[in-house]
Each structure stands twice: as structure tokens, then as C-alpha cells.
């Protein structure tokens, strides 16, 4: 009797792998990265893809527990393809897959925690998902809890300071990328390009020249805004 519970136990704690449903091309799959790819071979789903013929057992295990320590990861690279999807559809079938992109990345944030490596990239992607879907307000509050658990990845900030942009709040997106602290503002070429940018767009020439300075002294690749402000006649 005792193994006959174990059994069962050991049934229910497989389901969540085996019970996510989700099929994909050939050519969504290749844009996924190595760490999508690795954790969909560990769901019932990517086993019955074809896409991992070759794997040995042991390497299936391996991906399950990869994807299984980062929240049920399948579930969010699902929800990445079905984000691209809605940029490719339109009318019922893009909020459709909006709504489906939010679920499932939904999924993967609710369940990894904080410490692991990929969990500010998810979060980043989840707040895309939710903008794009109209949730603005959920957006950037899970940009805004991001900001504060990881006060030093650049992205939080500029993804948030992006959407904010796009709603005419330049002001709060300036602001924003300000609150990076002072370590992250002297490494990071792209907080430094955007707020180069965002301080032009509110005529604060001065502070725009600054950060630009500071963008391309560390090697930002983009050459856009030192081009806008030759164009003012500002040049260095």
C-alpha cells in the first residue's frame, strides 16, 4: 500500500510537466535561446515535439530540472512565441494570443524566485506581454517591484522608462532611469543613451549632451543620438 501512494504521488508531481500543451514551428523555435530551448526538452510537450531526438535520458532529466528551478520556464518561453504570435495577427486571433502569452508567462513569474539568474529577463518579458495586452498598470507595477528587488539591472529601468515614454509621461521616464544608482549609471551605456535621449526630447540640452558623453564613452553602438545633437550643433 505504501508504494502504491508513492506511486501516485510520484504521478501528481510529474502532471505539471506532461499536462502543458503546446505545439510550435520549426522557425518560432529557433528564435528561442539556448535556455528555452533547453527547458522545453524537459515538458511532456517538448518530448513529443521532435525537436530532441537525441537527447539521452539523463539530459532529459537534466533540462526537466533546469526548467522546473526556473518557475516551470516552459510556460514562459510559450508565452514569448505566443507574444510574437500576436504581433503577427490581428482582431481576436492577436487577443487571443495576447491573452495567452500573458497566462502562461504568468505561469513562470508566479513560481521562480527571485534569486535565480533568469528571473529579471522574465519579468521584463512579462511586463511586454501585459503592456502590450492593455495592462499598463500591472506593466509597469511589475516593472516598478523588479526595480526594487534588483535595483541594479539596467533593464528594469529602461523598459519602464520606455513605456512611460510611449504615454506621454517623459518626465516620469526621465525620472525613472535616474533612480538606477550611482554604480549603474557609470556602467551602463544604455541608461546613459536613453537618458541622453529622453533629456533632448524635454529640450534639456545640456543634461542630453552629458549623458550622451557618457553613453559613448562606454561604447554605446548606436550612433543616432550623437548624430541628433550635431545636428543642434552640439559636438564632441
Same mark, same amino acid.
Given at each position: ?95 487571443? +494570443? ?26 521584463? +518579458? ?7 495586452? +492593455? ?70 540640452i545640456e543634461a542630453a549632451v552629458e549623458y550622451a558623453k557618457r553613453a559613448y564613452a562606454l561604447n554605446y553602438p548606436v550612433p543616432t543620438l550623437r548624430q541628433r545633437l550635431a545636428e543642434k550643433g552640439l559636438s564632441w
Open positions: 500500500m505504501k508504494r502504491f501512494f508513492t506511486a501516485i504521488i510520484g504521478l501528481f508531481v510529474a502532471i505539471p510537466a506532461f499536462a502543458f500543451n503546446f505545439t510550435l514551428s520549426e522557425a518560432e523555435f529557433n528564435t528561442w535561446d539556448q535556455r528555452c530551448k533547453k527547458a522545453f526538452a524537459g515538458s511532456g510537450a517538448g518530448r513529443s515535439s521532435g525537436f530532441y531526438r537525441y537527447m539521452s535520458d539523463q539530459e532529459r532529466a537534466d533540462a526537466g530540472r533546469f526548467g522546473e528551478e526556473a518557475g516551470g520556464a516552459w510556460h514562459y518561453c510559450a508565452g514569448v512565441i505566443y507574444l510574437q504570435r500576436g504581433a503577427s495577427t490581428v482582431g481576436q486571433e492577436r487577443e487571443g +494570443n495576447l491573452k495567452r502569452a500573458v497566462a502562461e508567462m504568468g505561469f513562470t513569474v508566479r513560481k521562480i524566485k527571485p534569486a535565480h539568474a533568469w528571473y529579471p529577463d522574465i519579468h521584463v +518579458n512579462y511586463a511586454r506581454a501585459l503592456y502590450t495586452n +492593455n495592462q499598463n498598470d500591472e506593466a509597469f507595477a511589475v516593472l516598478d517591484r523588479l526595480i526594487a528587488s534588483h535595483p541594479t539591472n539596467s533593464l528594469a529601468y529602461t523598459a519602464l522608462a520606455y513605456y512611460l515614454k510611449r504615454e506621454n509621461q517623459l518626465e516620469k521616464a526621465i525620472a525613472t532611469l535616474q533612480r538606477a544608482p550611482d554604480l549603474l549609471l557609470n556602467e551602463s551605456a544604455e541608461i546613459n543613451y536613453f537618458l541622453g535621449w529622453y533629456q533632448m526630447e524635454a529640450n534639456n
